[in-house]
């Protein structure tokens, strides 16, 4: 390991700036591996800082200085200023405002971390967040300093004919007798440098424009790669209605005359919010029926409204310093949640997004990386974009709504973008704005911002038939975290329903006479207790409905109890949850008696009630689907908590698959036939949900192996008409190994060799494949001509895949799994740190391994932690998991 230890940066440490810079002016001259950055800066001292006698601190990495100016005269090395590997510092600047120019060179061939400006398949990109502009300009990379933007860009016309930056464009010529041209953009409203965006090269592009509710037209624009132009219109209708349903929910308005999207091959992330310019991965732009699943569609939509929402929640509103990071992303992935839930079913969003925060974010909560939601401290900011602060950062604005209400919640909004626009803010001012509208005492709900840990909740319920009441006794438990063992009580809402043996909800009143019409009960101490009163009969509990709260549950239930919810409760989520409570409930048995070399004959009630709901045509097909969906391998594997033993829970999955298709052999070949495709494709949510239906009953019906079960997934293969149907049987034929699985593959490949996005989900099926051979594998594909470890999609594609959605096969006893990502992680840090430490999380859950596993997993751990020249990012997660 590294013998200089990173330091952590804190935020009980934060001071305001020393100066700050009111407007920039750049001027970018492209060329491959040597791009000049003039950058004018006007600088004033920060009067809410005592600046006086501090020397100006500036960011810089990776830059050649090549002339600084102050006012205008040459500044001198060593006397005037020093210079280091991490930035440059002028010793004495002038009391009042002043001019800095500097111009500097740089390679965006060779930038192969994709942070500041880099060039790839010719296409020269930025990505400025969280601390990439500092690769492109000296400059105060902070995002409480903010700052109007001219920028002048330049290139060659043959490599870069389209020159974008963010706000309106200006004006463009060409230089050079036209082999040269330039344009220039103005971004009037003033923004932090990680909001700073530049683009040049070859696209093809989609026009179309919208009109704001006040009147004013807008410009809107898609570029994606020559040729693909057709692929782009999903997107550029996902925008609009993500333009009309902020103005519509929010009142918020885009505020320059255009929008422009742009997608790249190589992005390390998924999308980035850049004003006026955001840039995306293509994988979340590119969408047609023949290439893209109804997920990608999905995500499409709901990426593209993600990234439009931060014009106000993370744009004009930004964050005082990194540790306020959830103030902007926990708040804009509420939004986009909230918006899918309306443009599609919103319980089957809800379920959707609660099965992602228990598969992230959870674990994250339960393991080496536990944090706040709101960080205390950080080693490299990259490692915290994490589960925690987005998915849970979204659930703790779930629950201020549910707290104050929602029209408290709206006026909350909108005291908050009156207040703060164009401010940095911070979660106390956010909070402080629902304190006032709602007359509530936020004080203790804070605490979710400054704890870690998922709490748990130990419930339950007596029943009383003479006094016809019943005792609701509920305890809060707050696991122990690194570097937090004490905690403080959580303000926990709790929506509850008391469901009568008519399957209806009875009245909540409590015994001081108060009637719970919201049906929220608030959880505010360690131990609390609820007397319902009024109960002529005994109710079961449908607890934390809606998933009010992000927390585990435990209330001692009867199998009855389960199978009674799945068939009663009002509430469409809590259906759900009882037949997931029941599945995972049933695996653990499976998987108990699989340790003790038993055979458990658990699962028929289980299965018969699983039956009764999918037969109910009342409920929408993809809601169907989602009660069709056992828990998956790791969803059991962290019920289970402790020595897990991967094989198990595998041969557990499937026994309980294999008797859910076989008891419902008849209602599976009922659905998967009146569920098929009918007319010409159609990317809506309720064609999507007939499709996840039908793709769910054939991904049970194959668990059987018969033969003809075979054939089906075959068949669904070589007659699919769109994507989605494609893929899915390929990852079925995939998992089931042998010739078929031979030949869909060779199939696919031939028919999407040239596609680079299609084929990643070649490397995907084989990547998550359970037959045994898939290390070698995955292995092996690491060397084929279409796989790429320069290219995060790639990365993510085979080794990402294989290493979180593969449990069985990433957890081999014998420590083949661990080596092979391990490798992985070392090769891919020495040039792109970010992506590598994203790929180590997958050991996150070690400890809960069974020794073999947890002492071959440990190894592969030591092995990245003595690689030489680690990362910040590797070292601070490798450091953390294996820390005791
Ligand atoms: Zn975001």
Redesign the pocket.
């Known amino acids: 390991m590294r013998t200089d230890t990173p330091r952590a940066i804190r935020l009980k440490d934060y001071r305001p700036p020393a100066f700050l810079i009111d407007h920039v002016d750049l001027d970018v001259a492209l060329e491959p591996a040597r791009t000049r950055v003039r950058a004018r800066l006007t600088v004033r001292p920060n009067p809410g800082a005592a600046a006086d006698m501090e020397p100006l601190r500036l960011d810089g990495e990776h830059l050649e200085l090549d002339l600084i100016r102050l006012d205008g005269k040459d500044l001198r090395l060593g006397t005037d200023y020093d210079i280091s590997d991490v930035g440059l510092t002028i010793k004495a600047p002038p009391r009042g405002a002043f001019r800095l120019e500097t111009v500097t060179y740089i390679d965006p061939d060779a930038n192969k971390a994709l942070q500041g400006l880099y060039r790839s398949r010719g296409v020269y990109c930025t990505q400025c967040e969280a601390q990439g502009y500092r690769r492109i300009t000296y400059f105060v990379d902070r995002p409480d300093v903010l700052s109007t933007y001219r920028v002048r860009i330049e290139a060659d016309v043959e490599q870069a004919p389209v020159l974008l930056s963010n706000g309106n464009p200006v004006e463009r010529g060409t230089l050079d007798r036209g082999r040269r041209h330039y344009a220039i953009w103005h971004d009037p409203h003033p923004k932090p440098c990680y909001l700073f965006a530049l683009v040049g090269g070859r696209f093809g592009s989609i026009a179309s424009s919208f009109e704001t509710m006040s009147g004013r037209k807008v410009d809107l624009g898609v570029y994606v790669e020559p040729g693909l132009e057709a692929r782009a219109h999903w997107a550029m209708d996902s925008l609009k209605r993500a333009m009309r349903w902020d103005e519509q929910r929010f009142g918020r308005e885009y505020d320059l005359d255009v929008f422009n999207i742009v997608a790249v091959s190589d992005f390390n992330l998924g999308a980035m ?1 850049n004003k006026g310019l955001n840039i995306f991965n293509d994988r979340l732009i590119l969408a047609s029926p023949d290439t893209a699943t109804d997920m990608m569609f999905e995500a499409i939509e709901s990426v593209v409204a ?1 990234e439009y929402f ?1 014009n106000w929640t ?1 744009n004009r509103i930004t964050c005082r310093d990194w540790f306020q990071l959830c103030l ?2 926990g708040l ?1 992935v509420f939004r986009d949640q909230e918006f899918s839930g309306d443009e599609r079913s919103a319980t089957v969003q809800r379920i959707t997004d609660v099965r992602q925060l228990r598969a992230h974010q959870f674990p994250e909560d339960a393991g080496p990386m536990a944090h706040p939601v709101r960080p205390s401290s950080y080693i490299e900011i990259n490692n915290f974009y994490t589960a925690t602060v987005y998915e849970k950062g979204a659930e703790l604005v779930r629950m201020l709504r549910t707290l104050v209400g929602a029209t408290a919640f709206r006026a909350g909004m909108d005291l908050y973008f009156t207040r703060h626009d164009g401010d940095a803010a911070t979660i106390e001012q956010f909070l402080d704005c629902f304190a006032l509208t709602s007359g509530r005492d936020l004080t203790q709900f804070m605490t979710w911002y400054e704890q870690a840990g998922t709490p748990q909740l130990v419930c339950s319920l007596a029943y009383d038939a003479r006094a016809r009441r019943a005792e609701f006794a509920v305890e809060q438990v707050l696991p122990p975290t690194p570097g937090e063992t004490r905690k403080r009580p959580q303000h926990i809402p709790v929506k509850i329903g008391l469901v009568g043996p008519d399957g209806r909800d009875m009245p909540l009143r409590l015994d001081n006479g108060e009637a719970i019409d919201d049906g929220v009960i608030h959880v505010t101490r360690r131990r609390q207790h609820f007397t319902f009163t009024g109960l002529t009969a005994r109710p079961v509990a449908s607890l934390l409905r809606g998933f009010s709260a992000p927390v585990n549950l435990t209330i001692d239930r009867t199998d009855r109890d389960l199978e009674f919810l799945m068939a009663n409760d009002s509430d469409l989520f809590n259906r759900w949850q009882a037949a997931n409570s029941y599945a995972t409930r049933t695996l653990v048995q499976i998987v108990a008696a699989l340790k003790e070399g038993r055979r458990s004959s658990r699962g028929a009630a289980y299965a018969r009630a699983l039956g009764a709901s999918i037969r109910d045509d009342k409920l929408e097909p993809a809601y169907r689907a989602e009660l069709l969906k056992l828990p998956t391998q790791s969803d059991i594997a962290r019920e289970i908590g402790r020595d897990v033993d991967t094989d198990h829970i595998h041969r557990a999955h499937r026994q309980l698959s294999r008797l859910v298709a076989t008891t419902l052999a008849a209602e599976l070949a009922q659905l998967y036939k009146s569920m098929s495709n009918k007319g010409a494709f159609s990317p809506d949510a309720k064609s999507a949900g007939r499709r996840a239906l039908r793709n769910a009953v054939l991904t049970l019906l194959v668990q059987r192996g018969e033969p003809k079960d075979i054939a089906l997934a075959v068949k669904h293969f070589e007659s699919a008409t769109n994507m989605t149907d494609e893929a899915h049987a390929l990852f079925l034929l995939a998992a089931a190994g042998g010739r078929v699985r031979d030949a869909a593959l060779e199939r696919f490949y031939e028919r999407w060799r040239h596609d680079h996005l299609v084929i990643d989900t070649w490397f995907a099926a084989q990547a998550i494949s359970p037959q045994s051979d898939t290390v070698d594998r995955v292995r092996a594909l690491t060397t084929h001509p279409l796989f790429s470890i320069t290219t995060p999609n790639k990365v993510r594609a085979l080794v990402g895949n294989f290493a979180t959605m593969n449990p069985v096969q990433f957890n081999r006893p014998d420590g083949t799994g661990y080596q092979l990502v391990a490798e992985q992680v070392l090769a891919i840090d020495r040039f792109n740190p970010q992506v590598a430490a994203r790929l180590l999380n997958c050991y996150r859950s070690w400890r809960a391994l069974e020794p073999t596993r947890r002492r071959a997993a440990r190894k592969a751990l030591a092995r990245v932690a003595a690689g030489p020249h680690l990362s910040r990012d590797v070292y601070e997660i490798v450091s953390r998991m294996l820390d005791t």
């Open positions: 919010e993600h931060h993370g902007k992303e804009t």
